[in-house]
Nanobody
Framework: QVQLVESGGGLVQPGGSLRLSCAAS????????AGWYRQAPGKERELVAVITRFGITNYADFVKGRFTISRDNAKNTVYLQMNSLKPEDTAVYYC?????????WGQGTQVTVSS
């Protein structure tokens, strides 16, 4: 059973930065890649960024130029560097990996952007 543990969330002022981490219990990111999703109160979960097993990245339009997804295979960890944060980025952020038929999710980490 794969376990994903997110960390790095918190309260930050608009324009600030945070780096989220997602640590896996095994070398799964090099097999399936990974994605970061977020869910704001009253809204559906949405895709933020993905990194494939080959290291190719893709981003939702609303974070392009502000967020960067990266991966450290040696540490079995995926990161999400978030810069120029906006109040609308406030959400619980989740890490995801695995197959479509068997996805794995972390417990989520809260990001709050507020002055």
């Amino acid at each position: 059973q794969v376990q994903l543990v997110e960390s790095g969330g918190g309260l930050v002022q608009p324009g600030g930065s945070l780096r989220l981490s997602c640590a896996a219990s095994g070398s799964i990111f090099s097999i399936y890649g990974a994605g970061w999703y977020r869910q704001a109160p009253g809204k559906e979960r949405e895709l933020v960024a993905v990194i494939t097993r080959f290291g190719i990245t893709n981003y939702a339009d609303f974070v392009k130029g502000r967020f960067t997804i990266s991966r450290d295979n040696a540490k079995n960890t995926v990161y999400l560097q978030m810069n120029s944060l906006k109040p609308e980025d406030t959400a619980v952020y989740y890490c995801n990996t695995g197959r479509a038929s068997q996805p794995y999710w972390g417990q989520g980490t809260q990001v709050t952007v507020s002055s």
